[in-house]
């Protein structure tokens, strides 16, 4: 587990994947779905009926202003809930916008931010470049592979001085990486609020603890002081979903869920899992190989009987395999 590279594009390259980013605006009947049919795609409704029929090459799912970005004849632009061009397919790679209505665009080998008209509100100067958090700050990385962030105007607010850094989270706090490879947190102005001495952090969840690594490779959780609260004792973990539990493995390569405390809510016995979504549900695979849903309390509310699933998202529904390779939606 390793800092995010902010090239990663949110392009999703199958409807399973689209799930795992959280698609859906919300749980209305008119949400669609970007679908893969054979590395075409398009959209259906939850009847799974194509409401935009498969011819794209990539598609993402529509934001709050009821556009999507899609992928046509190797440039990207956005359409409407019909299928319609909003924006013509004239750009090089987009990402998504955020909040603050900038996306994440690239032009020949340069990365900067457009509005939703495809207008360049920052030039295309950056290596690469990640989305504007909440603080109005972009977490960006120069010619020289520094990191740094800059705010909606593209005006250095912390320059680029770390070899790599999170996007930050709620409680003011980003992760960084000094130029001797160690892990920490910084605040707004750049400053080291915790010192850089984790092999690997991850952003603070709502609870106040941050996934983070020791020399060693053992994984726990630190708090807003940078003092462990759950000691380094696990393969690997996650961040903590709303209910108070995250996913970790032991060194047997076992699955199970932990509490704030460090403590084995639900003792480590699947074979893969995924976080607990909204809906109190986590997908688990159990020795055979199959793959259903558990909630808190250990108890299976949907059998394992999927050869792949993933989380389930805002509108409860979940990207599921069935033995014959297809996939769909339960």
């Known amino acids: 587990m390793s800092l995010h590279s902010p090239l990663k594009t949110l392009f999703l390259l199958s409807a399973a994947a689209v799930l795992l980013a959280g698609c859906g605006d919300s749980a209305d009947t ?3 779905f970007p679908v893969d049919l054979d590395d075409v ?3 259906v409704n939850q009847k799974g009926e194509w409401a935009i029929p498969p011819r794209f090459e990539a598609a993402n799912p529509f934001q709050d202003d009821g556009a999507a970005w899609v992928q046509f004849k190797g440039r990207y632009g956005r359409i409407n809930r019909k299928g319609g061009w909003v924006l013509q397919p004239t750009l090089g790679k987009i990402l998504t916008l955020a909040e603050n209505g900038l996306a994440r665009a690239e032009d020949g080998s340069k990365y900067g931010f457009i509005n939703a008209k495809g207008k360049w509100v920052i030039p295309p ?4 470049v990640a989305s504007f958090a909440a603080n109005g700050l972009a977490l960006v990385i120069d010619d020289n592979n520094e ?3 800059i705010n909606a105007k593209g005006e250095w607010v912390i320059p680029p001085k770390f070899k790599s850094a999170y996007e930050f989270a ?4 980003a992760g960084a990486k000094d130029d001797n490879g160690k892990q920490g947190f910084i605040n707004v102005k750049g400053e080291w609020v915790i010192s850089p001495k984790f092999k690997y952090v991850y952003p603070f969840a709502a609870n106040g603890l941050a996934l983070a690594s020791d020399d060693n490779g053992k994984w726990g959780f630190v708090n807003a002081r940078g003092e462990w609260v759950i000691p380094p004792k696990f393969k690997s973990a996650y961040e903590f979903a709303a209910n108070g539990l995250t996913r970790a493995e032991d060194d047997n390569g076992k699955y199970g869920f932990i509490n704030a405390k460090g403590e084995w809510a639900i003792p480590p016995k699947f074979k893969g899992a995924w976080r607990f979504a909204d809906n109190g549900l986590a997908g688990a695979k159990d020795d055979n190989g199959k793959w259903g849903f558990v909630n808190a309390k250990d108890e299976w509310v949907i059998p394992p009987k999927f050869k792949s699933a993933y989380e389930f998202a805002d509108n409860g529904l979940a990207g599921a395999k069935d033995d014959n390779g297809k996939q769909g939606f339960i």
Not at 125 to 128: C, D, Q, S, T, V
Not at 170 to 173: E, I
């Open 30 to 32: 008119d949400t669609l």
């Open 41 to 43: 795609y398009g959209y």
């Open 125 to 128: 100067r950056f290596k690469a």
């Open 147 to 149: 990191w740094g962030f």
């Open 170 to 173: 709620d409680n003011g706090l």
